[in-house]
């Protein structure tokens, strides 16, 4: 079975300084993971994807991610954060062996950005 | 690219009433996802059209739960009988899968969803 955990159900994080919100998977074979955030009454906007290929990937609005195969992690990262990051972000995965199509989601980790 | 679009924003209904849910996706998406969010918790797949087949369910999708995508497009979600437990925000999203049977690694555009609150 698939799994997605995101550890942190919160990370506060000073406006200017580096932020990272962590994810670990469970797939059987080779995952694809997606980032999403999402804020207040809105849905699901994408942020970045690992399919194939250079293990960090760089998204929207400056964030990158590091897939890491030998921890089945996908940690989300910028270099300097804006107040304006606050929100929810989802780690997903998309399992190849299972031949389902559904995204699995983890809990989500509220990042809040203090000015 | 107007987006994907969900119509009602909220709904309130009563337990034992039945309530419809409707999504209009991105025009030339092929793919459109329905998931369920809670408080707290990440989005919950339900179902999934490729056109308009409705390609995968998901356990979690009782015999009251009941999605149809007829020509293709727009898609309802109805949910029959009504339980309190169904309160939670429905979610729509769209996909443009090159190839039929590919592996879909698209990102899912999604709405702002239905809020439903069942009293």
């Known amino acids: 079975a698939q799994s997605v955990a995101q550890p942190e159900d919160q990370v506060n994080v000073a406006e200017g300084n580096p932020l990272t919100v962590k994810c670990t998977y469970s797939?059987?074979?080779?995952?694809?993971l997606f980032w999403y955030v999402q804020y207040p009454n809105r849905g699901l906007q994408f942020l970045l994807k690992?399919?194939?290929?250079?293990?960090l990937v760089k998204g929207s609005y400056g964030f990158e991610a590091e897939f890491n195969k030998s921890q089945t992690s996908f940690h989300l990262k910028k270099p300097s954060a804006l107040v304006s990051d606050s929100a929810l972000y989802f780690c997903?995965?998309?399992?190849?062996?299972?031949?389902?199509?559904?995204?699995?989601f983890g809990t989500g980790t509220r990042l809040t950005v203090i000015p | 690219d107007t987006g994907v679009s969900q119509n009602p924003r909220h709904k309130i209904t009563k337990r034992g009433q039945n309530v419809t849910f409707r999504c209009d996706p991105i025009?030339?998406?092929?793919?459109l996802y329905w998931y369920r969010q809670t408080l707290g918790q990440g989005p919950e797949f339900l179902t999934y059209f490729q056109n308009e087949a409705q390609l995968e369910k998901s356990r979690l999708l009782s015999d009251r739960f009941s999605a149809e995508r007829p020509k293709g497009s727009f898609s309802t979600l109805e949910i029959q009988r009504t339980e309190q437990g169904d309160s939670a925000m429905y979610l729509c999203a769209s996909s443009l899968v090159p190839l039929t049977g590919v592996m879909d690694n698209s990102p899912l555009h999604f709405g702002n969803g239905t809020r439903l609150t069942v009293t």
């Open positions: 690992y399919i194939t290929g250079d293990n």
């Open positions: 797939v059987s074979g080779n995952p694809y």
């Open positions: 025009s030339e998406h092929n793919r």
């Open positions: 997903a995965v998309r399992a190849l062996q299972t031949g389902a199509n559904n995204l699995f």
